[in-house]
């Protein structure tokens, strides 16, 4: 009989940035490099304590000092390189961003209705759709995996990158952008089986049990 083969599985930590500062006064921030805020700050660490020994090769993440902010956090107390991908950005809202969610759906009812109902057919007025973003950020993803095969890796990114990337994983199509979310510093794991091209598996899915505390409340947010 011949000998079993053991596919390789490279283990995909991926992670989105602690509570920016406008995060907490429910702006649409886009692609403004906006910073952490204080608890933003203190999320990152309690994610960086739980991953110090994870075993993690590196850590690829958006150059948006928030996403930043939170990758050397963890790339610090795990001794692993931090590396900027523009590919990871977050949606570009264009003429949304600053703009509260009140204000955006008062001054652009129409698109704001779609997009809260059909994300899928939205071209942010000067900026970007999720078509877009998911050609950037699927590219990147491919590219990062292939590198990395059989390693652990973190990817730091931003709530619409995160929603498109996950529907890219398990094959879904971009109108099901709203089937999940995303807290701040929360940890979903995905693993990449065999030639790690197409075949995804969901580990575990907005884990936030490291942030007893320092919770931030997801629904107050511009999304």
Known sequence: MGESVVAVTTQIFLIRHGESEWNSS????GQRDVPLSDLGK???????????????????????????????????????PVILEPGLKEIHHG???GLTAEQVSAQFPAE??????????????????????????????RRVVAEQRGSKIAVCSHDAVMRVLLLIALGLALE??????FGNAS?????????????????????????AGVYSEYARQAL
């Open 176 to 181: 099901h952008f709203w089937k999940w979310g």
């Open 95 to 97: 003429l949304w961003e």
């Open 112 to 141: 704001y209705a779609l997009w809260r109902t059909q994300p899928h057919r939205v071209t942010m007025p000067q900026g970007e759709s999720l078509a877009e973003v998911a050609a950037r950020a699927e590219a990147t993803w």
């Open 42 to 80: 203190e999320q990152a660490q309690r994610l960086a304590e739980r991953l110090k020994d994870a075993g993690l090769a590196a850590v690829y993440t958006s150059p948006l000092r928030r996403a930043r902010e939170t990758a050397q956090a963890i790339g610090q107390l795990a001794r692993v």
């Open 26 to 29: 429910r702006r649409y921030t």
């Open 187 to 211: 940890l979903t794991v995905i693993e990449a089986r065999g030639d790690a091209a197409n075949d995804f598996r969901l580990v575990c899915l907005n884990d936030t049990a490291h942030l």
